[in-house]
């Protein structure tokens, strides 16, 4: 069944279906090691807040990471809860030391299309924040130890 969730939604966005995502649609993450697949006994925890502008040509992030350990570097990924998928968006990184990480670690930063690096969930952030809403978008952290992520969470939006 979840695999059958990223097939939907790669069709979704394969098909240009208009998004719906609303304009000025805010978006958050909390991020722990549980979510992680398999899940990781970790420390590091974070969070993601996202605001779509009002033309859903761009979007402002702020990423946080609570003790983080040599954290190289963090994404947005196309999968529901449960499912590894491929990267879409960077978020911060590659380091390969990485870096010691305890509050916020990224923030004012505005993401465009042209920061879309997979079309998995699609071609435009109004797209791409319409498979958020769908359940379909997470936030990721990796570090040095963890390669494959140490803390995930879904983008969820919240209803402002």
């Not at 609303?22 to 006994?41: I, Q």
């Not at 791409?128 to 359940?135: C, D, K, T, V």
Request: aromatic share 6%; charged share 15%; glycine share 10%.
């Amino acid at each position: 069944m979840k695999r059958t969730a990223v097939v939907a939604a790669i069709a979704l966005a394969a098909s240009g279906a208009a998004a719906t995502a609303l304009a000025h649609d805010t978006f958050k993450a909390r991020l722990s090691g549980d979510n992680e697949v398999p899940a990781v006994a970790t420390d590091t925890t974070g969070r993601v807040e996202v605001q779509v502008s009002k033309d859903q040509q761009s979007a402002e992030f702020t990423l946080s990471v609570d003790e983080g350990v040599r954290v190289t570097q963090s994404h947005f990924h196309c999968g529901p809860a449960g499912v590894n998928g491929p990267i879409v968006i960077f978020l911060a990184g590659f380091h390969p030391n990485g870096w010691d990480v305890d509050g916020k670690w990224v923030s004012n930063t505005t993401i465009t299309n042209a920061n879309i690096v997979n079309t998995a969930c699609g071609a435009t952030l109004a797209e791409i924040f319409e498979q958020a809403r769908a359940g379909n978008v997470y936030a990721n952290v990796h570090s040095v130890d963890h390669p494959a992520g140490v803390a995930r969470g879904q983008l969820e939006p919240t209803g402002k």
